[in-house]
């Protein structure tokens, strides 16, 4: 189980949260410039590190909002989001 850490409710326990994937993944300034190919790895392809990770969730059953942290993909320890109150950019 996973206690995670959001930012307006507190820690709480992982069933709350709907995950969001890798953070920071920038939408494409023109998708219509893209080949099939290019789309297809905006869309599919995501980074895969042994370490810190950062990455969104959701807080679905809570507040409903998304919030970036960081976690350890082999320890699971999750650093406290700096507040992103971003309005779920990725
Ligand atoms: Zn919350």
């Excluded at 709350?16 to 300034?29: L, R």
């Excluded at 905006?42 to 980074?47: A, I, S």
Aim: hydrophobic share 35%; proline share 10%; glycine share 10%.
């Amino acid at each position: 189980m996973l206690l995670i850490p959001c930012p307006w409710c507190g820690p709480r326990d992982e069933a709350e949260f709907g995950y969001g994937g890798q953070a920071h993944v920038a939408y494409p300034a023109d998708p219509g410039a893209l080949t099939d190919e290019e789309w297809a790895r905006y869309l599919f392809f995501r980074d895969n590190p042994k370490g810190p990770f950062a990455e969104r969730w959701h807080h679905a059953a809570g507040c409903r909002r998304w919030f970036t942290v960081t976690r350890d993909t082999v320890t699971h320890e999750i650093h406290p989001p700096a507040f992103a109150a971003d309005g779920g950019s990725r």
